[in-house]
């Protein structure tokens, strides 16, 4: 066997292994905890965040732009080094097609009679076809409704979300969103097929932005195979008539394509990466004894024989920039507090009763841990004092609590005659039950009244 066939087969493996690792990776993660909590949740029904087995209350969401932040660098760090290699190996759409058109139509029913030629459509005047074209529609349709859970359970942890199912006119959001989805990937996948690629998704209109000479990217060897398509992209022949043309104007590269484009037209939007061409190509160079035309690498490379740059300046500085998000993710995400402390004032700045003045407050204390804890609170300011709550109060794991809190003094705090005085005090909060140290300290102010309005009193 020559190396030619060696490199399809290689190419062909290597792309379902990708696909059915990334379909387990996607399955399997809601399912995976670390000490209790999910790897990654996005919950609005708990309004927290899980993220690596930690657990970020939403006031603490500081941590999503990092994230989203990080994202968008990647996306944009990967298609500028590999173009739309995520379209053509990763992407649900594309792993979605494949297992219905060539999984369930081709494989199973044998409804398509090659998956070599995707442009020829099953001619549906045969009886038969109509009923296996049922049956794959059937059988999609529960696959649909469990791609569509899948989703859900990034946002609803598995074991609730099965429960909420049981009662399911208390949830009917759930249900709205799961039937919701469960239709979108009906229609796309059915009826919408690659059109959604190549119409509808907004990624193909930014990788044109992205790309330059050295992305990696489905390429036509056009100095070898010659140049089917003349400058304004107008098709001059099926087989290039030029001395020397390598290309056999097989057009198995056009046939396999999903998204029905013919690659030796150079660089277009509706390429998805996904190399079946190249793959297509190779076993027809290969029965020549010749190399394939299509391969994937960079356009400068093809023009100049030299390697593939992967490193210069732009991927360069988008690893940079994701490195320095990532530090500052770790760091910040280092930085989660096992309780959280709002502090809001009263709508009157004091109260003056016998001499003594006080200053209402609203704490409202969130116990961001799995136990249960009883909190309490200290004032760094001797001379202002705690009147309510007298004692402890228990929050549940989780769960926030508020309490109505006056502080008060009975020293002469003014430092003015006709203005009010604003003292600045830190209110250190803390759990009594807990092994850990659970603290907080929160800054805020307390009002006293001017000398004219004391000496009244």
Request: charged share 25%; proline share 4%.
């Amino acid at each position: 066997m020559s190396s030619s066939l060696q490199k399809v087969s290689v190419y062909f493996k290597k792309r379902y292994v990708v696909y059915l690792i990334t379909t387990l990776m996607v399955f399997c993660i809601p399912f995976i905890q670390i000490n209790g909590n999910q790897i990654f949740l996005l919950s609005f029904d708990h309004q927290q965040l899980h993220l690596l087995g930690v657990s970020f209350d939403m006031q603490e969401l500081y941590l999503m732009p990092f994230l989203l932040i990080l994202m968008f660098l990647f996306i944009f760090f990967i298609t500028t080094l590999a173009g739309r290699v995520w379209c053509g190996w990763a992407c649900p759409q594309t792993i979605f097609r494949v297992i219905y058109r060539d999984l369930i139509e081709t494989k199973l029913l044998k409804l398509r009679k090659r998956r070599e030629n995707k442009q020829l459509e099953p001619d549906m005047s045969l009886g038969i076809n109509k009923l296996k074209k049922g049956v794959a529609m059937l059988i999609w349709v529960v696959l649909s409704f469990l791609a569509a859970s899948n989703f859900m359970w990034y946002f609803v942890p598995p074991a609730e979300f099965f429960a909420y199912l049981k009662e399911p006119l208390e949830h009917e959001y759930l249900l709205i969103f799961l039937f919701g989805i469960a239709i979108f990937l009906i229609a796309d996948i059915i009826f919408i097929k690659e059109n959604f690629c190549i119409y509808m998704c907004p990624y193909s209109r930014v990788q044109s932005v992205l790309y330059d000479n050295d992305t990696i990217m489905t390429v036509y060897d056009y100095k070898r195979g010659g140049a089917v398509f003349n400058p304004k992209g107008i098709k001059m022949w099926k087989k290039p008539e030029v001395p020397n043309a390598e290309c056999t104007g097989c057009e198995a590269c056009v046939k396999v394509c999903p998204t029905h484009i013919d690659i030796r037209k150079g660089m277009q939007l509706e390429c998805i990466n996904c190399l079946e061409c190249a793959d297509a190509c190779t076993k027809v160079m290969g029965k020549l004894g010749k190399e394939t035309l299509i391969s994937w690498t960079s356009p400068q490379a093809i023009d100049t024989r030299n390697k593939v740059k992967y490193f210069r300046f732009k991927t360069i500085a988008y690893l940079a920039v994701m490195a320095i998000v990532f530090v500052g993710l770790v760091f910040m995400g280092s930085k989660k507090e096992n309780m959280l402390l709002n502090i809001n004032r009263g709508s009157a700045p004091y109260a003056i009763k016998q001499g003594v003045v006080e200053n209402a407050y609203v704490f409202y204390v969130q116990n961001t841990n799995k136990e249960a804890y009883e909190f309490y609170f200290e004032v760094d300011n001797e001379a202002i004092k705690i009147k309510r709550p007298t004692k402890p109060f228990k929050v549940e794991a989780g769960a926030g609590e508020k309490e109505i809190v006056v502080l008060y003094t009975d020293k002469n705090l003014a430092e003015d005659s006709k203005k009010d005085t604003p003292i600045p005090i830190k209110i250190r909060a803390y759990a009594l039950d807990s092994k850990e140290k659970i603290e907080v300290i929160r800054e805020s102010v307390f009002v006293y009244p001017p000398k004219e309005i004391m000496d009244k009193q």
